[in-house]
């Protein structure tokens, strides 16, 4: 579990730095922790990833937990990344606000608009968004019937084991 979520962690701190220089010049500074801007665009971003009934699950405690994963040099990139989401968003589609302020089909139409983009480095912005909202499901059993998840199949279905034989043609 740690393990995964590092390495979602690490992949978006990679989505970070693939961001053209040219760009990274109009970003604020990175911050240690994720600030309220951070926090406002992680909330939206949680009601396009998860539709209906979002508003009831609480991530924030476990992306707090999930920059604990990182380097202390990396956690503000990680921190910084909703933010700079949210600025470069601005800067691409000027007729576009505060992503936190944009209707719910506007919200998850910008979130496609990055998925999909032709430029790389949106993509990878956007798919390390998308994998920072939905990385705290994985050990939050709370979450599971929220999503008609019905929990990992360890331990839950009996899988067969077969012996491991060496020497034989498989």
Not at 12 to 40: H, K
Not at 114 to 121: C, D, G, T
Not at 135 to 142: D, P, Q, S
Request: hydrophobic fraction near 45%; glycine fraction near 8%.
């Amino acid at each position: 579990m740690k393990l995964s979520r590092r390495a979602f962690a690490l992949g978006a701190v990679a989505a970070a730095a693939a961001i053209p220089r040219s760009l990274q010049a109009a970003l604020p500074p990175p911050e240690a922790s994720f600030g309220p801007a951070d926090l406002d665009v992680l909330d939206a971003l949680k009601g396009v990833v998860y539709g209906p009934g979002a508003e009831a699950l609480d991530i924030r405690p476990a992306l707090q937990e999930t920059l604990g994963f990182l380097d202390a040099d990396k956690q503000p990139v990680l921190a910084s990344l909703p933010s700079t989401f949210d600025k470069l968003s601005r800067v691409l589609v000027p007729t576009w606000g505060a992503y936190a302020g944009l209707a719910p089909e506007t919200q998850a139409a910008a979130l496609v608009d990055w998925l999909e983009s032709p430029l790389p480095f949106r993509r990878q912005v956007g798919q390390a968004l998308r994998q920072l909202v939905l990385a705290h499901c994985y050990g939050n059993e709370a979450t599971w019937a929220q999503l008609d998840y019905p929990g990992p199949w360890l331990g839950r279905v009996p899988l067969p084991a077969h012996p491991l034989r060496f020497g034989e043609p498989s």
